[in-house]
């Protein structure tokens, strides 16, 4: 897990050496565990974590490339959660999880499961970023894990399956209606 010293040390990226040492020794007599107001062994853990990475400048410069790559994947992650690209996206992949689920059990009520090479293959997505639907779904009663390892939809996936389908087909219908009442 990646810990950001500068944030622990409550400092800037591009801060100075005498700044981190000055930072460091209060932060250190804070959360020093023989300081009865203030002392908490394990923030008192990270601080001096961080200092012994962040003064040498060899260890520096190597922790600023991580810094550099995980501060890009915040980045990244926040334009997604503010843009909603993410959220439709998610939709759909489980929309299509269920369908391929609903459609299994539907041919073969004794076999209704698929394993999650076989998702993967469907799907064209590898199994990492199908972990987040697979705990999603299950969660919410819609998937269950058989025996033999394979994925099948329960009887709520099934109604989330049919309601999604009508209300794909209503749409149609009145996209449909517009359209007529505009020509």
Do not use: C
Not at 67 to 84: D, M, V
């Amino acid at each position: 897990m990646f810990a950001d010293y500068y944030e622990i040390l409550e400092i800037s990226p591009k801060a100075d050496a005498g700044t981190i040492e000055r930072v460091f020794r209060y932060l250190a007599g804070r959360y020093h565990p023989d300081n009865k107001e203030s002392g908490d062994r394990d923030r008192f853990d990270q601080v001096i974590e961080a200092y012994a990475v962040l003064r040498a400048p060899e260890k520096r410069a190597a922790y600023d490339v991580q810094y550099k790559t995980h501060t890009g994947l915040r980045w990244k992650l926040a334009e997604e959660a503010f843009t909603g690209n993410g959220v439709d996206r998610d939709a759909d992949i489980q929309n299509r999880m269920l369908a391929l689920l609903y459609t299994k059990r539907r041919r073969n009520i004794l076999e209704p499961g698929i394993g999650p090479v076989e998702f993967e293959r469907l799907l064209d997505y590898p199994a990492e970023h199908l972990d987040f639907h697979f705990w999603y779904l299950k969660e919410k009663g819609l998937i269950s894990k058989m025996e033999n390892g394979t994925i099948a939809i329960t009887v709520e996936g099934v109604d989330r399956v049919q309601t999604e389908h009508h209300a794909a087909a209503t749409r149609t219908l009145l996209a449909d209606q517009r359209e007529r009442a505009r020509v």
